[in-house]
């Protein structure tokens, strides 16, 4: 089991000092209004394939809701 401590100890081993809230490293575009992602989102996986393979999507905020709003 990891613990919050242990997994501030390994990002900050791996990754370097804490990341800056707000700010990431990489900049994703929604795969579904192809806007580039100002903060966090979400990620949508696909059900698996034949070979267990699934499919990764970002999703900005507003395409959350929206996706969400059709259940």
């Known amino acids: 089991m990891v613990y919050a401590e ?4 390994l990002t900050e081993r ?3 000092s804490s990341p800056t ?4 490293a990489i900049k994703p575009r929604c795969d579904f209004c192809k806007k580039e992602l100002r903060g966090f989102g979400a990620l949508l996986f696909s059900p698996p394939n034949k070979k267990n393979s699934v499919r990764k999507f970002h999703v900005c905020k507003n ?3 929206k996706l969400v ?3």
């Open 6 to 9: 242990d997994l501030k100890s």
């Open 14 to 16: 791996f990754v370097g």
């Open 21 to 24: 809230p707000g700010i990431m």
């Open 63 to 65: 395409c959350y809701k």
């Open 69 to 71: 709003s059709r259940r």
